[in-house]
């Protein structure tokens, strides 16, 4: 699809590697209800945190102002939309992750509204109503009947940042790999004490981090589970964690899936096709061995073949009639039509 103008909510679309599936949904154009931007990330000696129960209305809008209730009627009607059609990405039989450019549920900064220090909150609130009635996390595999989404990948926030609330698919901001980074850190005390208040979505914070640093995130697998590593540009690890798979790739080969992963057709998977591949080869190496090792066990020496009408009672030999062993010990100059005899 083309657009004559860069559209503010682009539809989501999906990659797979492997036993992974990413579902890309554009979310760059969610206006922060809380106010500007020059409140995020603040820091303070003795934060609070800001309960996101208070800020919801009776009628399901964002906000404690016109203003505000109005961004969040549009963008949610609109984030709504994609990230419903985001959900009809999801695969089953694999782990989804979810990429969002800003955050859905990562822990921000601001300003109290009594001018007395700061508060933390959760951002992005617009957001996450799209995603608790998006039906995402909802879907589970069939075999385990874990939730297929095992991770949230955000960026927009300039640190990395790391919660896992209770219940749900961690929250991952990859913000710092080297832009102006937010002029500090949270108190990860503070942060690992909270209560995630959202919209149909609640639960404690069961382990986070923040760092301000630059840097990158290495992912890997291991076993039934990711692990992720957050480093700096000297490749010290600062933070680490493992986050539990839905499905491993055993279950995954195990599920018939179709040319898309999403129902229960028999076409083969790429995983099964190279295993099926591999085993051929190997049962056929096999039959080859055991022939022969037959042959040359039962026969000891092969004979030559021969044919009934020219040489039924000839002797058996070598080329222009000189045995083997003997051609090995007494060269012979053979004639051209002699050395491409064969005898029988």
Wanted: hydrophobic share 40%.
């Amino acid at each position: 699809m083309t657009h004559a103008t860069c559209p503010n909510y682009l539809d989501a679309y999906s990659a797979t590697l492997q036993n992974e599936v990413f579902v890309v949904t554009d979310t760059s154009h969610v206006k922060n209800p809380y106010g500007p931007s020059s409140k995020v990330g603040c820091s303070s000696t003795s934060p609070t945190v800001s309960s996101a129960a208070g800020r919801w209305t009776v009628t399901g809008l964002w906000g404690t102002t016109a203003s505000q209730i109005a961004v969040a009627a549009v963008d949610g009607a609109a984030y709504l939309t994609k990230f419903t059609s985001a959900a009809a990405l999801l695969d089953s039989t694999k782990n989804n992750f979810i990429l969002s450019h800003c955050p859905i549920y990562a822990m921000n900064c601001e300003d109290r509204s009594d001018g007395n220090g700061h508060q933390y909150y959760w951002l992005e609130p617009i957001l996450q109503k799209a995603l608790a009635l998006s039906g995402m996390l909802n879907v589970k595999n069939p075999i385990t009947q874990l939730p297929v989404v095992s991770m949230i990948m955000s960026g927009h926030m300039h640190w990395f940042q790391y919660n896992k609330v209770a219940n749900f698919p961690p929250q991952v901001v990859f913000g710092h790999g080297g832009t102006k980074l937010l002029e500090a850190a949270l108190d990860v005390s503070v942060m690992q004490s909270s209560t995630f208040v959202g919209y149909n979505m609640t639960g404690p914070v069961t382990e986070a981090s923040s760092e301000r640093l630059f840097g990158y995130v290495v992912m890997g697998r291991s076993g039934g589970s990711y692990t992720l590593s957050a480093r700096d540009g000297t490749n010290t690890q600062h933070f680490f964690t493992s986050v539990g798979m839905s499905t491993t790739l055993n279950h995954a080969l195990a599920l018939p899936t179709s040319a898309n992963g999403s129902d229960g057709s028999q076409n083969s998977t790429l995983e099964d096709g190279w295993i099926a591949f591999i085993t051929l080869l190997a049962v056929f190496g096999l039959v080859i061995l055991i022939v022969g090792i037959i042959f040359t066990q039962g026969s000891g020496k092969p004979s030559q073949p021969t044919d009934s009408s020219d040489c039924a009672s000839a002797p058996k030999e070598s080329v222009a009639g000189i045995e083997a062993d003997e051609a090995e010990s007494a060269p012979v100059d053979l004639p051209p039509s002699a050395a491409t005899r064969e005898c029988c």
